[in-house]
């Protein structure tokens, strides 16, 4: 990681849903992944949910978290395929203020050592929502892991140049009053 001497490490509010009809909490590799080194490396874990794939069910979701001001990252995994039931992507894109078109670009570009040329139907994308980062993955724990380590883990820290998101997320100390 590229580092600016005199940054400092600034924790991050984040909020990880898992959009799955099979998976329960107790077999949720994917969200566990980016939860666990979401704290790791620092930041806090504000919120977790699990989801059946339903599109007004997740969209209600990242509403609320977008809304909330406690919330500076929303982490989704799963419904980005292209199965019937996959509805992640049309869920929240209609929430985004601003898509992060590099994002999927980024992480299908990564994703083609692991998978290859199947990373094509990934619809991996983010973007911000009233100053909160909403980033939505695969539901694969290697994909999250892919993305975690590929991009998150880097564009979430402060002290990483020669940008990164989180100067575009309301400071920690505005959480308060959003307005």
């Given at each position: 990681m590229r580092v600016q001497p005199d940054a400092v490490f600034v924790p991050l509010n984040?909020?990880?849903?898992?959009v799955s009809d099979t998976r329960t909490f107790d077999n949720d590799t994917s969200g566990e992944l980016l939860a666990s080194r979401s704290v790791e490396v620092g930041h806090r874990l504000v919120a977790r949910a699990l989801l059946k794939d339903d599109l007004y069910k997740i969209r209600a979701q990242v509403a609320t978290w977008i809304a909330d001001d406690q919330v500076q990252v929303v982490l989704i995994t799963g419904g980005t395929g292209?199965?019937?039931?996959?509805?992640?992507?049309?869920?929240?894109?209609?929430?985004?203020?601003?898509?992060?078109?590099?994002?999927?670009?980024?992480f299908r570009a990564l994703s083609i050592l692991d998978i290859g040329t199947s990373t094509v139907q990934s619809r991996a994308l983010a973007?911000?929502?009233?100053?909160?980062?909403v980033c939505c993955l695969p539901g694969s724990t290697g994909a999250c892991r892919t993305a975690?380590?590929?991009?998150?883990?880097?564009?979430?820290?402060?002290?990483?140049?020669?940008?990164?998101?989180v100067k575009h997320l309301l400071p920690i100390e505005a959480c308060a009053s959003r307005g």
């Open positions: 984040i909020a990880v849903l898992t292209f199965t019937g039931r996959d509805s992640t992507p049309e869920a929240v894109g209609c929430l985004l203020d601003k898509r992060i078109d590099g994002f999927g670009e980024l973007g911000l929502a009233n100053r909160t980062l975690w380590e590929g991009i998150l883990a880097e564009q979430l820290d402060a002290r990483h140049r020669p940008c990164n998101f």
